[in-house]
Each structure stands twice: as structure tokens, then as C-alpha cells.
């Protein structure tokens, strides 16, 4: 992805894993890796991870299945991804 800001989390959760795998602790992949969704009418789809407050903005023309195919390259310990809508109030759909 050329968000900035996305590629410089995606090195820092690889620098976790790395740090983790030195010291012999292993990593599990975890399923349905909640991801928050959100559209902003500029034909791209904003993103963020549960732990995360800020949204990633995805490029533009993205669909949620290249959303999740990056993820999934991207960081090591996610092995599947669940999109949520985040509608008002915060309340998630499942996508």
C-alpha cells in the first residue's frame, strides 16, 4: 500500500515478531482479525485495526478482498481477516 502511516505500522508489528521469535516465544496467527471499515466518498476505503484509533487509508480503487490479501501479506501473526462496518455510534456490521 503507499499509505505511510500503514507501512509504518506493518514494520513496527514486524519488528514485534521479530523480537518475539529471539527470545524462542512463539507467534499465533490469529482468525478473523477484526478490521473496522469505513468509506469517505473519495473511492477509497478507510481502515483500522481494534487497537488502533486511526484509520489507514486504503489506494485508491481497493476492494476489501485486496484490503484483506495485504493484510495477510503484510503482518505475520494475522491468518485471516472479518471486516466490520462501523456505522454510527461505533456499532460494527459484519461484513
Do not use: W
Not at 469517505?40 to 484490503?67: H, P, Q, V, W
Not at 485471516?80 to 459484519?94: H, L, M, P, R, T
Amino acid at each position: 500500500m503507499n499509505n505511510k502511516e500503514y507501512n509504518t505500522y506493518v514494520s513496527h508489528q514486524k519488528e514485534l515478531v521479530d523480537e518475539h521469535k529471539k527470545h524462542n516465544l512463539s507467534i499465533r496467527e490469529i482468525e478473523h482479525y477484526p478490521i473496522y471499515v469505513t468509506y469517505n466518498g473519495d473511492n477509497c476505503i478507510y481502515f483500522r485495526f481494534e487497537s488502533n484509533l486511526n484509520y489507514f487509508r486504503a489506494d485508491e480503487g481497493m476492494t476489501l478482498k485486496d484490503i484483506a490479501r495485504e493484510l495477510v501479506k503484510d503482518i505475520p501473526y494475522i491468518k485471516n481477516v472479518q471486516f466490520y462496518d462501523e456505522i454510527g455510534y461505533k456499532a460494527g456490521i459484519v461484513i
